[in-house]
């Protein structure tokens, strides 16, 4: 059974970084599609950051030069890295894993920017 569990999140002044970690069971990150997404409060689920299963990686245009997508050598963890961080940035964060040709999310982590 493949489980996602995200971590990292919290509150942050704006200007603020933080590192958002994905940490996975039952699948591997290596070789395989994943992402960060995020959800803010009445709007839909985003695209943030997502890595191809060769390495390739692609963001949003609203984070480019700010944030980080990279994972660790064991193909365990998925992390991402935000720095510059606004209170547009304030959301639940999402990480998903494509795995023999289905999706799996996490529960989210909640990231608040405060101006």
């Known amino acids: 059974q493949v489980q996602l569990v995200e971590s990292g999140g919290g509150l942050v002044q704006a200007g603020g970084s933080l590192r958002l970690s994905c940490a996975v069971s039952?699948?591997?990150?290596?070789?395989?599609?994943s992402g960060w997404y995020r959800q803010a409060p009445g709007k839909q689920r985003e695209l943030v950051a997502d890595r191809s299963s060769r390495g390739g990686t692609n963001y949003a245009d609203f984070v480019k030069g700010r944030f980080t997508i990279s994972r660790d050598n064991a193909g365990n963890t998925l992390y991402l890295q935000m720095s510059s961080l606004k209170p547009e940035d304030t959301a639940v964060y999402y990480c998903k894993l494509n795995s023999n040709g289905r999706d799996y999310w996490g529960q989210g982590t909640q990231v608040t920017v405060s101006s």
């Open positions: 039952g699948s591997t990150f290596s070789s395989r599609a």
